[in-house]
C-alpha cells in the first residue's frame, strides 16, 4: 500500500543558543512502508549519545551543545513508526531528544557532511523490529530461485492460454528499483528536475507494462518518496524471489552536453570484493546461494560455490543488459554502445541478474525536457520491458510459466518433417497441422510449432 509521506519544518527564528552550539534550524520526517527516517538539519555537527528504553519503548538521543532553533510544531506521524518527538534542554549546555515509538524498534543513527543544497544533517532511521524479525528468517527459509540456464528460442506470438493458467506455474518476478527517494534526491537537471521523481515515474509505468505481461509479475522496491537503504534494495527483491533486479537512474555529468541511455552490470572487481564480504561476514553463516547453504561448508568449498552462483549472475546479467540496450537504442541516443561495468552496490547480489539503466543524462537540457516528458517515459519503460520479455522468452526459469510454454514449442531442424515431430511429442500430423495453421505438411527449418497437448 503506497505509503503518505510527512514532511515537517521548524520556524527559523533567530538563534537562541550560545555562539558555538549547534543549532538545529530544521527537522524533516520520511515514512516509508517498514521505516521512518527522521532528518535533524544542523548548522554546525554536534555530539550524540543513541540510548534505546522500553516500557514503554522510546529512544534517548543527547546532543552535546545543542539548542533548538524554535519548539517542535505540530507533527502528524501518521504512518510513521514514532508516537511523539519531545526535547528538553540538559546540563545546562546539552540537549536530550525523546522519540516515544508506537512499537520496538531497531535504529540507526549517523552524521552527514554538507552535499548539494543540504548542510550537516543527523540521520535516525527507524525500521520496525518485528518486521526486521520476520525477514531474518524469510532470508534463511526460502532461498532464491536459482539463475536460469539458457532455453530454446520462442518467436511464437500466440502461447498457449492453458499453461499461462495452470497453477502448478509460478509467473517470473520483475524487481523495479527507482533509484534516491526521499532525503535522497539524486542528481538535479538544469531546470530543477529531480532524479528521484523521475526514476520513480519511469518505474510505475514498467510495473504497468509488466503486469499486463503473461507469465511476469511486478515488484516495486520503492513505490513513494522516501528513502531504501542499498542493501534493503537488493534484499527486498530476494524477499520477493525476484529473477531479475533493475534499477533505473539518471545520469549526470558536468559537461552539459553528455548524452544518451547506458546499461550497467556489475564489474570484475565489485564481484570480487562483495564476494569476500558475504564470505567474511559472521551473519552471512546461513545464507544460501542458488540455494545452496553456505554455513557449516569448507572455506574453499563455500568460494568456489559462491563464485560459481555470481559468475553466472553476472552473464545472465549481461545478457538481459545487451537486450535492454538494444531496445533503448530504438528510441534514442546511446552514450556508450555497449553494456558497461561498475561497482553499484544495488548490481552485487549473486543469486539473480542485475542491471542499472541510466535511462538519460538530466544533467542535459534536452534530455532532462525528455525526461519529464510522460510519453517519452512511457517510451523507456517499453524498451526495458521489450529487453526484458526477450531475454526470459529465450531463457525462462524453470517452474515458471514462460518454462512451460517453451516445452511445448518445438523449432524445426535442417531436415525434420512435421511426421517426425509429432511422433517425437506421441500427436498426430494432422493435429499438429491444424494446432499451427498449416496449410499443408511442409515446414521449413527455423519455423516454431507449437505442440498441442493431446493426440
Known sequence: MKQIITVFCLMLLP?????????IKSVRLWASPDSTRLVFDMSTPAAYKLITLDNPDRLVVDLESARLAAPLGTVD?????LQSIRSAPRNGKDLRVVLDLKNRVRPEIFMLNPAGEYGYRLVIDLYDANTAVKTANAATSAPPSPVPPPSITINDKTPDTKALDDKRYRDIVIAIDAGHGGEDTGARGPSGTNEKDVTLAIARKLEDLVRKEKGMRPVLIRDGDYYVGLRQRTQKAREQKADIF???????FTNPNARGSSVFILSERGASSEAARWLAAKENASDLIGGVELGGKDKMLASVLLDLSQTASVEASHDVASKVLEGLKEIGDLHKPHVERAGFMVLKSPDMPSLLVETAFISNPAEERKLQDEEHQQNLARAILSGIRTYFTRSPPPGTK?????????IISEGETLASVAGQYGVSVEKLRITNKLPDEQVKAGVVLRIPGDG
Do not use: C, E, K
Open 402 to 410: 514462460l518454462a512451460a510454454l517453451a516445452a511445448r514449442r518445438h
Open 15 to 23: 538563534s537562541i543558543g550560545l555562539a558555538g552550539d549547534a543549532q
Open 77 to 81: 506521524y501518521n504512518n510513521t513508526l
Open 246 to 252: 533493475v534499477a533505473i537512474h539518471a545520469d549526470a
